[in-house]
Nanobody, 127 residues
Framework: QVQVVESGGGLVQAGGSLRLSCAAS????????MGWFRQAPGKEREFVAA????????YYADSVKGRFTISGDNAKNTVYLQMNSLKPEDTAVYYC????????????????????WGQGTQVTVSS
């Protein structure tokens, strides 16, 4: 059984920073990539950032590029999301996800590529 656990959410003023952490664990678990998604009230879940372990490539949504940084440790199946210059529109529940393989043409941005998901952590940015 694989568990994905996020931490680090909270309330911050616009312009501030937060760092989210995520760890995936399981007896024989290994991943090809890990990513962050978010879902604001009344909106669909959207891609935020992802990291491919092979080669270390990173991917970002246009809305967070230049403000957010994804990093991680493949051996530990751990990923982080450093969020700077936060805006009220960044307010959402942030979900961490882990993929075991490469499944669809939109890998690693599409949520359907991910096998395991965390419960989410709330990020609220006040204006």
């Amino acid at each position: 059984q694989v568990q994905v656990v996020e931490s680090g959410g909270g309330l911050v003023q616009a312009g501030g920073s937060l760092r989210l952490s995520c760890a995936a664990s399981g007896r024989t678990f290994s991943s090809t990539s890990m990513g962050w998604f978010r879902q604001a009230p009344g909106k669909e879940r959207e891609f935020v950032a992802a990291i491919k372990w092979s080669g270390g490539s990173t991917y970002y949504a246009d809305s967070v590029k230049g403000r957010f940084t994804i990093s991680g440790d493949n051996a530990k199946n751990t990923v982080y999301l450093q969020m700077n210059s936060l805006k009220p529109e960044d307010t959402a529940v942030y979900y961490c996800a882990a993929a075991r393989g490469v499944y669809y043409w939109d890998y690693p941005r599409g949520p359907r590529n991910y096998d395991y998901w965390g419960q989410g952590t709330q990020v609220t940015v006040s204006s």
